[in-house]
């Protein structure tokens, strides 16, 4: 496909769903530029898109819809280049991200982090700190993706443990991050959560979520239940 944004939008545009744009739409606040396109659609075209003209598609800067800038973060992973290259892509991205939706769907699409943890880790630390609500949601949602293992919790838990953000969308996912390591190391991250100095709203919604969740049984839940504040 010779590049060019008008034929990305048309065949976006020729896939669009309404009844599915009024449900993302209503799953998406402050978000009124949605088409209703599937994400498995999406994830089709993107690994086209990145072996046609991957390059002159992440120039672009007029995206109008959602799904364009959706699309971009998904060719931003798949596009084949170094890890140095990617890394400046990534960094071009990160101000394009104004909802929940694009920030968790373009972490699970950065897959090369799984062979390049410890540059990525190097990379996220400045995010953290970030005064952007969704730079540290990109932070938190990129160590629950890629971190919660028994290489890395430690270091996990111990970066968790910085965030300072008040915005909602960022302490969501700070809180839903320390839920993922308190399923998967449960003792690790009781003995972080005794400790911790994360603001009392991230704390007590971590807990919320350890205790919705289905994935450990009854002891676990109380026994992060006994911390609420």
Known sequence: MSYSLEKIRKILL???DEKYRKFSSSLIPNTDNLLGIRIPFLRKFAKYIAKTCAEEFLREKNCEYFEETMLQGMVIG???TDIAQRFELIKDFLPKIKNWSVCDCFCCSLKF???NRKEVLEFLKPYIKSENEYEV???AVMLLDYFV???YIDTTLALLNEFTHEAYYAKMAVAWAISICYINYPDKTFEFL???KISPWVFNKSIQKITESIKIGKNLKDKARALRI
């Open 78 to 80: 798949l596009v084949k």
């Open 149 to 151: 293992n028994e290489e």
């Open 194 to 196: 005794k400790r911790t």
């Open 137 to 139: 949601r990109f932070a």
């Open 14 to 16: 020729e896939n669009s």
């Open 113 to 115: 982090t799984k062979d």
